[in-house]
T-cell receptor
Framework: GQSLEQPSEVTAVEGAIVQINCTYQ??????LSWYQQHDGGAPTFLSY????GLEETGRFSSFLSRSDSYGYLLLQELQMKDSASYFC??????????FGSGTQLTVLP | DVKVTQSSRYLVKRTGEKVFLECVQD?????MFWYRQDPGLGLRLIYF???????EKGDIPEGYSVSREKKERFSLILESASTNQTSMYLC????????????FGDGTRLSIL
């Protein structure tokens, strides 16, 4: 079967670092993607990990451990504009993604 | 930049109507997807297509059908709309395989009365 777990809500202050964890179970696995969605907006792609380890893109980093079926998104130097929903999305096939319910991140001044 | 365009931002229809949601992408992407998004449930895949005239069921295909007659266009059809199909519908496209990003349209907020 398939399952996906990530926290429903996270709150942090401006300038802080926050980590959003994701554990997954899929029948097949190609990689783990992360998407950001602001209220009223469309999801936008942040990162993709196919191999174990850390991928860094500016203030955002994403980590994957295939053996643990676990990944996380790390957001550094938080800004107010980072308040959004963040979705981890494992690829159970070459083309498809499975989206969870997402994590609502609130950044406080 | 990839542009995914959904025909309507807001749509109100009545129970029992046949409803068409249109999606067009301008980047020659092979893959196109239809999701619905509901509070607390995230994005759920309804159907996807990886080539013209090809379609695959997603996680919640019941009550929906799709059409892909041209590569750039992917239509979602509600054969007989019901109130439980009131939702935000999101179309996406992607290129090839192996973790290529999905590019989303702005969504259609559909209300079935």
């Amino acid at each position: 079967g398939q399952s996906l777990e990530q926290p429903s809500e996270v709150t942090a202050v401006e300038g802080a670092i926050v980590q959003i964890n994701c554990t997954y179970q899929t029948s097949g696995f190609y990689g783990l993607s992360w998407y950001q969605q602001h209220d009223g907006g469309a999801p936008t792609f942040l990162s993709y990990n196919a191999l174990d380890g850390l991928e860094e893109t500016g203030r955002f980093s994403s980590f994957l451990s295939r053996s643990d079926s676990y990944g996380y998104l790390l957001l550094q130097e938080l800004q107010m504009k980072d308040s959004a929903s963040y979705f981890c999305a494992p690829s159970g096939s070459a083309r498809q993604l499975t989206f969870g319910s997402g994590t609502q991140l609130t950044v406080l001044p | 930049d990839v542009k995914v365009t959904q025909s309507s931002r807001y749509l109100v229809k009545r129970t029992g109507e046949k409803v068409f949601l249109e999606c067009v992408q301008d980047m020659d992407h092979e893959n196109m997807f239809w999701y619905r998004q509901d509070p607390g449930l995230g994005l759920r895949l309804i159907y996807f297509s990886y080539d013209v005239k090809m379609k695959e069921k997603g996680d919640i295909p019941e009550g929906y059908s799709v059409s892909r007659e041209k590569k750039e266009r992917f239509s979602l059809i509600l054969e007989s709309a019901s109130t439980n199909q009131t939702s935000m519908y999101l179309c996406a496209s992607s290129l090839g395989q192996g973790g290529q990003p999905q590019h989303f349209g702005d969504g259609t907020r559909l209300s079935i009365l």
